[in-house]
Nanobody, 123 residues
């Protein structure tokens, strides 16, 4: 499966962005999906994950209540709605697909990755 992330941009603190991850090649419903991010000089970190059906979602602690992951399997697309953005949310955001049947926050568990989209939050 090929993944294409989009929707990044520059926003002021407190603002919102909606990232999209469009899949092609295989239907996205075959995969658990996740969003990760990597800030300059920092390691990649898990942001959110969602089950194949969309019935279960998971978030890193610092994103709970601000970020919402969702998916539209009919459109082969996964979304990340980000609200109340903070300067520390500045990073390149990546979507990823996991073919396993066990939830993981580890990037190494994910099989396919998109190219990333940059989110910049200014204070």
């Amino acid at each position: 499966v090929q993944l294409q992330a989009s929707g990044g941009g520059s926003v002021q603190a407190g603002g919102s962005l909606r990232l999209s991850c469009a899949a092609s090649g295989r239907t996205v419903s075959n995969y658990r999906m996740g969003w990760f991010r990597q800030a300059p000089g920092k390691n990649r970190e898990f942001v959110a994950g969602i089950s194949r059906s969309g019935g279960q979602s998971y978030y890193a602690e610092s994103m709970k209540g601000r970020f919402t992951i969702s998916r539209d399997n009919a459109k082969n697309t996964v979304y990340l709605e980000m609200n109340s953005l903070k300067p520390e949310d500045t990073a390149v955001y990546y979507c990823a697909a996991d073919s396993s049947f066990r939830f993981s926050v580890e990037g190494s568990s994910y099989d396919y990755w998109g190219q990333g989209t940059l989110v910049t939050v200014s204070s």
